[in-house]
Structure formats: C-alpha cells, structure tokens
C-alpha cells in the first residue's frame, strides 16, 4: 500500500470538489441515522464518509485484496482503504486489475474486487469485465464517478460507466447516497456469487463517497425478487434418469458451470459410480480428473477427437452448466444429433438457448447430481438395465482414444515443439498447479497438453479469449492462492499485450513462472490464415520481437531463453525454481499448427487433424 | 496427456517414424458418422414429423420496478439479443413503485420463451408473462390529415369510433383506438385525405377476464385483501 494520499482529502478538481461537498453534505443531513449504535468498520473505527462505508461493505462481506489504480473521483475510496483491514494491490493498467480480480475469484470463489477512478479508469476495468461476464466469474467493480451535479455534462473524465458496462454486467448500480452506499455494495457483492455468478458493478460519485454519514453496511443482502433455484423437482429428475438408464451411449459434458457450483465432487462420484464417459468444455477443464480412464478431456473446435467423436454419437447427453457455446458445438444441425439432451444449469435461461433440452433440469448442479444419483437404481429397476449396458459403448471410447491419440511429431533438426514444453513443465510441477493462459494456440497446446485433474487450476479466458488475459490473471491467482504453484502460458503476442503487469509481480514479489511461446506471430491468426485466406499472412507475424528475457530483467524479474531440446528440462526448473516472478522465452517452431480443429460452424465428427484435411 | 506410444514426453530419434504434419488417425470420410440432425433451433428433428417453429405475433407483458434506467436495460435486451421486437410500451401502474411493459414480440416459439426468460433475468424486472391469444390488445394512433374536406374525414372518424382532437382550416387532428387490425385498416382509410404526419403507441394489453396478467399482481392483490379492505379496488393500490 502506498503513502497516505492526505490527511484531509484535499482535491485537485476543485470546482468538482465544490459541488461534491455541499450536495453530499445537505444529503448527509436529509438522512439522519436513527438512535442505533454507529457503524463502524473492520478495524473498529465508526462510519465517517460515503466511502468508509463502501470499505465497511467489502470488509464485512470477506473481501482480502482489492487491485486497482488511483485517479481524482475514486480518491476518497482510496482514503478510506488506508485504514482498512484489505490489502490493496496497485495493478500497471486497469485491465490487469479486472484479469487479476477475475482469476482472483477463480481461484477462491468468491468474488474477486477491482476499483478504478471514472472515464478511462472505468473504460479501461471494461475488456475484464466482459470477459467476467462471458465466463460467469464472480467479481465486482467499484468505479469512481464525478460528482452527482456533474453528470451528464461531459465533466472532465465523465464516461458513463452504467451505460457503458450495462450489456456485459450481471447487475450495475449507480449509488446516489451516501446513507445507502454500503448497502448497494453489500448487494453488489452478494449479487456477484449468487446463483450464475457474474461481475456487478458499482459507479461511485465523488460527492457520494466524500459525503459524510454514520450510516454502515446492512447484512449484504440479495435484491428483492432475485431467487436462486436450488433442486430439481422430482418428476423431472425421474425422467432424466430414466432417459439415462435407457440410453445404451451415455455421456456426461462437464461444463464451467460444475466449477462455479462446486460440483466437481458430486460429478465424478456419478460418472464413476454409473460408468460414463466425461467430456468436459474448455472452461469445465479439471471438473473430471483428465487421466481417468472415463475421461475423454475436452470437446469443441480444438478438443481432443475421441472427445468430438463421443458427443457425435452418444445418445443421451448429460450436460452439465454450461452454455453449448459455438466453439463447443461446432454448427448446431450437427451437434450431438442422435442425443436427448439432459441440461443442468442454474440459470433457466440457458435452458434451449442453444441447442434444446429434452429434460431440462433447472437448479444447482451439485444438488440435481445428487437428486440424480438417488433416482438411479430405480431408473435402471424400471427400464430393465444397469450401467453394464453402458459397457460397449465405453469400449467404444476407448477405441477412439487409440485411433485419435494426442500426439505431435518432434524431429531433432526442427525448432522445440510447443507442446513437448507444456508436456515438461506439467512434470516438473505438482498436481494442484494453477494455469493461467493467454490467448491463441499456446492456450490451446497448454489445455491439450497439460493434464488437468482438479477444479480452478485452469484459468484463462474462454467466451471472450482476451489476448493478455494471462500474465494478470497470474497475479490474481497467485493472490488468491499464494501456496500453489503458478505457471502461465503466454504467447508472445498476449504477452505484449499486458507485460507491464510483471512490474506489479515484482513488487508485490510473487513467485509466478510465465512461459513464453515464442513464435514470433499472432499464431492462431497465421493458422487461420493459412488454412483460410491463401496463406496471405496480413498482420500476423511480427518482423522484430524484443527479447522477453532481457525485458524480464529489465523489470526486475529474472528472464530465460529456450531454443535447445536439451535445455528445456533444465531451464524450465531453474524458472520453477527461482523464487520470485520469472519469465521463459521458449521460441518454438513457428510453423507449428493446433490440431485436432473443427472449422467454425463445422460437424465435430470431421475435425481435421491436419491442414489437408480442412 | 501425454503420448504414451513414445514413451511420456520422450522425443523419437528416428525422423521417419514422425508424422510429417499433425496427428494421425482415420480421415474425415473414413470415420462413422451419426444419421441424425438439428434444426437451426438446436431441436432434433424427427425425421417423420420434419417440423420447424414459424415465427408467430404475441405479447408479452412484464411487471417492472419504477426506476431510471429499466427502459433502457429492456431495449438494451432485446436490441443485442436480436429479438425481432415490433412494439414496446411502457407505463405505471396504480402501484407508484411498479410500471407494466408491453412488448410485442414476433419470434417462433424458442425465441419467445428466450424473450421471457432474459426479461426475468433482469433485475428491476419482477415477473413476466406471455399473453394469451384471447388478450385484450388495444393501440392508440394520432394522426393529422388535410382539413379540406372536414365532412368526409369526419365520417371516417364516427365509422372507427374515433375522436377529433383539433380541426383547424388546414388540418384536422383525430385519436382512434383499437386492436392493432382496426388501427391499420383506419390508416388506410385516411390515405385519401393526406396524412400529413401520424404517431401510433403500439400495443398495450391485459390477459382477458379472470386471468391474472402477471403473478405477481395476483400476489400482491392476495396479500392486500388477507391485509386490509376485503375488496381492494385494484391490485396496485
Ligand atoms: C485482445 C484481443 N485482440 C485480438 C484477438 C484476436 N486473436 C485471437 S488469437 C490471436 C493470436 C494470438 O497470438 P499470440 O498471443 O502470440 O499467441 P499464439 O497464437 O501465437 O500462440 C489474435 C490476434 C484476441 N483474441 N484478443
């Protein structure tokens, strides 16, 4: 944390200023507290300001760390952190402090804080909000504002933050008083975690948070009308059983939503107790432990074959939270054609969005598991069958493993393979590591090629694939979970994109390893381009890259490089090992292509495993 | 996962062993394939009974919390959803604290219940219900014509149960309310005069009867009659 700001919340924007404090002052008075006992905060002092009080909140609802970045409107928020009992991360760029909080709440599960001054401190927090939004990650944003009679006016750095954030938050407020601002908070983060999760926010007006009130936080308490479903009812549950006990090709598709629910546990026990092969989505890696024998990783556009080939033909599909997202689904007139579809998901919205559920089954995913589970024995009694039934099918799995094994070719005279990178660093580290990613291909050689085996230890930016989502991401994981080992996989274009974080991981000393791979393009881009557009490689490959290693150094973190088979192994640990944030500049070979891939739009059951076969 | 066939990780030394490019396995026209299909609405289709959902014409009606800023998150909705929207009214109800929407919608049945249910996820929102067929629908038009020849436009006016507002020299000004038909057909009766200039409101509507328009107005009705006055005037008092 850094010095005091001031002692007496002196302002730059003095004309700002003055409107803020007569109308935040008259608003003081019109609301008089009752005789309760004065609020006070965590660390026991009363209730003062606006802005205490919105400390008081993020203290009483559990919040640890906040990451964000000073600015004129949020500074009186900022004062009121000084004395608080939260440690505040002070992030190089707003979008690292909405990445870091996001994975933040990743890890935890609980939602993770970011704060921002208004106009471009708020527009800046925008691109990890709507990746939080897409991805259903608990987080709040708390944005300073100018002041209330300013509004509208095209004050100096006005943007407005609720309209601007309304399409890509669960729910943003704008708080008009001060006497309720600690309730707004409380609500915006109880909001956050409850049911779907999601990113809320809360725009603060300078005048709002300067003004003075004894009023704290209530209990954070869920909006009226807002109802999180919790089971099943019974007749629907019987039936999904008994479409499953039916089904001579069952499969289960894990989805984020298993994560967010905690489910992971109740998801296993099924798929084991009952024999059916798991599929995952990208963002339900690690919901089913990856070296299991029923596990098939993966589905989607650069899933593994065998898992692409099971949800072509299983006949009854058990999906579990999530949101049959296109890169899941491929074209829709070719998803799971032959299935009935059983769709668990918390928020009935998604139920038929996408693809139409035959048994929809609307609730947490943990509790309808276990409703589920219950129903079994009887399903089967009643329809004359049991999981043995399920044995042809699961040997028919097995065969697809085989036919369609992940593999990649590694000669000796080519550059390192991405993939033999990831593959080496998932052995040198324990099992419990968390892996943050960027955007392109090496996020998809790190999902393929690193097994996954625990819920929130794959972090990385899914629905909306924000490029520079890693390095921060890292911070907040590592944050949130300083005793787990943190590797991320960056491309060097992700990379580039928020590098300056790594000043924040020095400071703040965290031992976080980021592994560069080093193509010297925008690969994924190049990949398409190639397979797509003739090979011309408009804007995708870079004529000259700085060397990541010496800019490591350069922020004060220790840098390598990596060209060499042989050094891999050792280079990587003597990252791994070195206590405090490093950074490895594996350059691979710049050819090197992601396969399996079904082209968008296309049938998962014709996934390419070469460019040829586009 | 690893490759097992080369031993965890390990690199083959001989280079003709190594697939020139990429994974191996049967090609796409090798593989089995499934016979069956969806429908662009993610529906399976049953190869007997090959049927899509036509888009159809109804409203939906939603009871909202009177705030600023639920106009906007509504039309915000329904603009980035891309819910073909033809009508959307709004206005309080007796209840100073909650408006009822009017939206007018024309999608096939999936798309409805989407409408629906991202309507409800909204927070200001407080419950939602697609009306009936049977609802009482009725729509506002004003429209101004050439006042040259007031007799005929008056008679059109008596022959739609209509009103006039204002009838100067130049101009004459008439109200007509009505279901959404009776509306068009009146504009269209008009035409021979000249419209200069015409504003319609777009439908607003009540379930018909004994039916309750949303549940939460059944609720509340419930709850002030077990309350007070056995028989409250209406449900929002
Ligand atoms: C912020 C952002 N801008 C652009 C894109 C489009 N895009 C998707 S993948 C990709 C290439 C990523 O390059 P790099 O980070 O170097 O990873 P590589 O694919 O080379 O592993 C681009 C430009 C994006 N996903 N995010």
Redesign the pocket.
Known sequence: MSERASATRPDADADAEDGASTSGDDRGEQHPTDSEETARTASGRPVTTGAQAVVAALEAAGARHVFGVQGGAIMPVYDALYDADLTHVTMAHEQGASHAADAYGQVTGEPGVCMATSGPGATNLV?GIADANMDSDPLIALTGQVPTDFVGNDAFQETDTIGVTRPITKANYFASESTTVGDTVGEAFALAGAGRPGPTLVDLPKDVTNAETDRGPEEGALPEYYEVPEGANESAVEAAATALARAEKPLILSGGGVTKGDASEQLRAFAIDHGIPVVTTMPGIGTFPEDHDLSLSWAGMHGTGYANMAISHTDCLLAVGTRFDDRLTGGIETFAPDAAVIHVDIDAAEISKNVHADYPLIGDAGTILDQLAETMPAAFEAVGTGSDSYEEWREQCASWKEEYPMDYATPDDQPVKPQFVVEALDELTPDDTIVTS??????MWASQYWTFRHPRTWISSHGL????YGLPAAIGAKMAAPDRDVVCF??????L?TLQELSVAVREDLDVTVVV?N?E??????QWQDAFFDERRMASMYGWMPDFAQLAEAFGARGFTLREYDDVADTLQAAIDYDGPSVVDAHIDPDENVYPMVPSGGDNSQFALSEDQL | MSSDSEGDGERSTDPDSVPRKGLQGPRPGERTRPHGRRSGQGIRIDPQAEATHQPRRTAISALVKNEPGVLAEVSGLVSRRQFNIESLTVGPTTNPETSRITLVIEEPDPGVRQVERQLEKLLPVISVRELGTDAVRRELVVLKVHGDRPDEVNAITQMYDGRTLDAGPRTITVEITGDEQKIDDAIDAFRQFGIRELARTGQTALARGDEWTTHAEEERYEQLRSETDPTPTTADD
């Open positions: 691109t960027g955007v392109g291909q090496h996020q694939g924000t490029m520079g960056d491309g060097d274009g992700s990379f994109m791979l193509n393009a925008i690969g994924m881009v190049r």
